[in-house]
């Protein structure tokens, strides 16, 4: 799942042309509709020409809303930069590239919109030519620039194309199976409760699950789940989510606050970070400075404290320790921008090194500053394996492409993470491993493998009298590509995690019970299809008679076979009536099923289905009215 981010100057048509793109609205607040300007995150979604489906975050372009458009843009995978055509770049277009920039948002498309305002030929080439400059010393260099008109529909399908093809090149989100969902809006509906919506950064959210609200620490239950307003059961990485909490009021959860599994984070108030400045920073930053910190979709107050310099210039580059005026949930890898106090203005960002620095650090101890700088960039190993959890199950051709390493670097850090056991190969390993080679980190195998667990042993649990999970549901619920997920499930098994028999798949100390009750209405209800073979039970009187367990049950044990939706029969019944049936049409040649209905006593719906069921298993076929044996 990808999100979508606008980005771009007030007034220049961010809203219009989302709408123009998706059918909704994003300005849901009534002072927006009436005064026509962005002033909160909007939302929306579309399918883009492949099929697959995007959300979309709205930001306001006013320079006052600017910290809320910050809010927005931490979790995007692409920008779609806004720019109107006949007034060009503006202020807030280069404020929110530099944001882009820094939270290193490398990946956009430009809507070069309003363009059947524009009547002068040669204006959209100058307005172009001004994009690329403003774009050529930014991460997003070479973004391609679609002119778009709202009005007319003007190339609305060239830019889903454009955006389609930026997201391909994306590399799939970092999912480390710990479950993160910084909320950007909390409210109450009537008959529901508390709901918050967020971007989910890492892990899943599935319906039922115990989530913990941080800082705060409240813990809740996940009622519900919505991804673009239509009900899920689970929540993946890079999705936009609502989650539906049972166990919490609104008012104990802000914007900012961050959903997680319970006791998987701590918050902290206090961040290591490296720190990119702006050229064009309207001011110098000094030890001990009064700053505003932008994280995920929190804000927070902060003294900053330089580290290895006395001040740092507009361009500078540096190390910062953040105190925050109040905890936030951080990790290692996490982008920000630091803003100033007042007047509001972007200082500059950058990424955090520790998220959880054990002390205050002396502001010039060189072996502080070389700690931060190998937890920032890590070893060739640290980042094959980095790039392995985040991919997943991956190729290992795949996993070395984008880890970026050359390839002598990453044979070095392949042999060394082999040596450290760091590795976990889906189908077996040779002395040199394959580039078509399946593989993962183990430490991203470990929590599958708790989670399969969890899963199944929920399944155990609910249904205990069902020899397993089907097998096609529980693929659904592995969250890896479909390609793979039979090399998947194969591996569990051969680990031994799971077994997998008769397409169900089950824990290996998992045996099918029966309660005492159960047994008797098994007991029960299979006495009366033997005291009436051949006119039994429907299936909705076998479930008011024995319960869906018991029925269940019957069926995967083979004590009972469904030949329609409502006909079931014994295994012996069944064998006779084909057997009767075979003679009667070796003799005969041809039978209706008003023939069979009277042969054996029954209704036309039971003699319907069986002739049905022996179509289907090769035994007859069907020549207008009647039925033959099939040769």
């Known amino acids: 799942m990808r999100v979508i981010g606008t980005a771009g100057h007030v007034d220049h048509g961010k809203s219009t042309l989302v709408r123009a793109l998706t059918g909704i609205n994003p300005d ?54 806004v720019i109107a055509a006949d007034e060009g770049v503006m202020p807030q277009t280069r404020e929110h590239l530099a944001i882009l920039d820094l939270l290193q948002v490398h990946r956009s498309v430009v809507a070069l919109a309003k363009i059947d305002l524009v009547h002068e030929p040669h204006w959209l080439d100058l307005v172009r030519e001004d994009i690329g400059q403003l774009l050529e010393h930014s991460g997003l260099s070479g973004s391609p620039i679609v002119p778009v008109s709202s009005a007319t529909g003007e190339g609305l399908e060239q830019l889903k194309h454009s955006l389609e093809q930026v997201l391909s090149t994306a590399a799939p989100r970092a999912d480390l199976g710990r479950p993160r969902l910084p909320v950007d809006r909390a409210f109450s509906m009537a008959g529901f409760g508390t709901v918050v919506t967020g971007t989910l950064v890492d892990g899943a959210l599935e319906v039922g699950q115990e989530v913990e609200v941080l800082p705060g620490g409240q813990r809740a239950r996940v009622r519900g789940l919505q991804t673009h307003k239509s009900p899920v059961q689970s929540a993946v990485v890079g999705s936009r989510v609502a989650a539906n909490l049972t166990g919490i009021e609104v008012r104990q959860v802000r914007r900012g606050d961050v959903l997680v599994q319970p006791d998987s984070e701590q918050a902290t108030t206090r961040l290591d970070v490296r720190f990119r400045m702006l050229a064009d920073a309207p001011q110098r930053i000094r030890h001990n400075q009064a700053a505003k910190l932008f994280l995920g979709a929190a804000q927070r107050g902060a003294r900053v404290r330089l580290l290895g310099a006395q001040e740092l210039s507009p361009g500078d580059q540096g190390w910062l320790q953040l105190e925050l005026e109040e905890p936030v949930v951080a990790r290692r890898g996490d982008h920000y921008i630091l803003r100033r106090a007042s007047p509001g203005a972007t200082l500059g960002g950058g990424v955090v090194a520790d998220a959880h620095p054990s002390q205050r650090h002396r502001r010039f101890d060189r ?91 929920a399944y155990h649990q609910s249904h205990p009298a069902r020899s397993g999970m089907p097998r096609e549901e529980l693929k659904s619920r592995l969250e890896v590509p479909a390609r793979i997920q039979g090399a998947m499930l194969e591996r569990l098994s051969l680990a031994g995690v799971l077994i997998e028999q008769a397409g169900r798949v089950r824990l290996p100390d998992f045996q099918v019970q029966l309660t005492s009750e159960q047994q008797l209405a098994a007991t029960t209800l299979l006495n009366r299809f033997r005291a009436s073979p051949y006119l039994t039970p429907s299936w909705k009187e076998c479930l008011q008679a024995a319960g869906e367990e018991v029925v269940a049950y019957l069926l995967e044990s083979g004590r009972l076979i469904r030949l329609s939706e409502e006909v079931l029969l014994e295994p012996g019944a069944l064998a006779e009536m084909s057997g009767k049936l075979r003679l009667e049409l070796e003799g005969r040649g041809e039978i209706t099923v008003a023939e069979v209905r009277d042969l054996f006593a029954t209704s036309r719906k039971y003699a319907l289905a069986l002739m049905e069921h022996l179509d289907r298993t090769g035994t007859t076929y069907r020549q207008g009215d009647v039925r033959r044996l099939k040769v």
Do not use: C, Y
Request: glycine share 10%; proline share 5%; no cysteine.
């Open 367 to 457: 072996a502080v500053l070389h700690h931060l700088e190998s937890l920032l960039s890590g070893s060739p190993a640290d980042v094959l394996e980095e790039t392995l959890a985040g991919l997943g199950v991956v190729e290992l051709g795949e996993a070395v492409r984008a880890s970026g390493l050359d390839p002598e670097t990453a044979e070095r850090a392949l042999g060394e993470l082999r040596e450290r056991d760091a590795l976990l190969f889906l189908a077996g390993e040779g002395a040199v491993p394959r580039p078509d080679q399946r593989l993962m980190a183990r430490r991203a195998w470990d929590p599958m493998v708790e989670r399969i667990r969890r899963l199944l042993s």
């Open 28 to 81: 849901r607040l009534r002072e927006e509709q009436e005064r026509q300007m962005t002033i909160d995150l909007g939302f929306a979604w579309m399918t883009l020409p492949a099929g697959e489906e995007v959300g979309i975050i709205d930001v306001p372009g006013h320079r006052d809303f600017i910290e809320n458009m910050l809010a927005g843009v931490g979790g995007i995978d692409a920008a779609l930069l």
